[in-house]
């Protein structure tokens, strides 16, 4: 089955500084990625998307994510962290189920921490 | 308009209560969702709905019963919960079910309280 990892359950990082949220995948065949961002008490909000290409995808808000295929990483990345991107992020793959559906499967989360 | 959006904000409601959920949205979007979402926890998929045909139950107990009355609009109806049903519920769509514009657009969600 396609995975995704998230091995940080949180991130800290001062205001003004990069940024990296880190998310490995495990899929057989071309991977479809997509990074999310849940604020409190909000539903999730789309990011950006890997689908083919360039490996440097840029997204909303500033983020960025790159794709690695030879490290099995699609990391979200961001220049100058803002305090305003504390919220919770999720990294999720398209996953193709043993039904021949596809469907979204979304790894753990990592709560991003930005201090002023 | 990216807008989902859904009603109530929050429920409570008692073990033997009926509630229904609703959804809708104006992207035209043929593919629409149900989330459950424990606090700090990823979403997890409950059913699918593609062309207004449900396409993918995750086992969801019959106490969940989903309904899309039209291309814009989903429905969970609710009845003898228990109370670790208790979550936000999130609804989502996406353009479509099987392409590549998967994206999909999420609803601030339900915040269900079952007592």
């Known amino acids: 089955a396609q995975s995704v990892a998230q091995p940080e359950d949180q991130v800290n990082v001062a205001e003004g500084n990069p940024l990296t949220v880190k998310c490995t995948y495990s899929v057989s065949g071309n991977p479809y990625l997509f990074w999310y961002v849940q604020y409190p008490n909000r539903g999730l909000q789309f990011l950006l998307k890997?689908?083919?290409?360039?490996?440097l995808v840029k997204g909303s808000y500033g983020f960025e994510a790159e794709f690695n295929k030879s490290q099995t990483s699609f990391h979200l990345k961001k220049p100058s962290a803002l305090v305003s991107d504390s919220a919770l992020y999720f990294c999720a793959v398209r996953d193709l189920n043993s039904g021949g559906y596809q469907k979204v499967t979304f790894g753990t989360g990592t709560k991003l921490q930005v201090i002023p | 308009d990216t807008e989902v959006t859904q009603t109530p904000k929050h429920l409570v409601m008692g073990m033997t209560n009926k509630k229904s959920l609703k959804c809708e949205q104006h992207?035209?979007?043929?593919?629409m969702y149900w989330y459950k979402q424990k606090a700090k926890k990823p979403p997890e998929l409950m059913f699918v709905?593609?062309?207004?045909?449900?396409?993918i139950n995750e086992s969801v107990p019959s106490r969940f019963s989903p309904e899309c009355p039209n291309s814009s609009l989903l429905n969970l109806h609710l009845h003898a919960l228990q109370p670790e049903d208790s979550a936000l519920y999130l609804c989502?769509?996406?353009?479509?079910?099987?392409?590549?514009?998967?994206?999909?657009?999420f609803g601030p969600g339900t915040r269900l309280t079952v007592t």
């Open positions: 992207m035209g979007h043929r593919a």
């Open positions: 709905y593609s062309y207004e045909k449900l396409s």
């Open positions: 989502a769509s996406s353009q479509d079910y099987g392409g590549t514009s998967y994206e999909q657009y």
């Open positions: 890997y689908i083919t290409g360039d490996n």
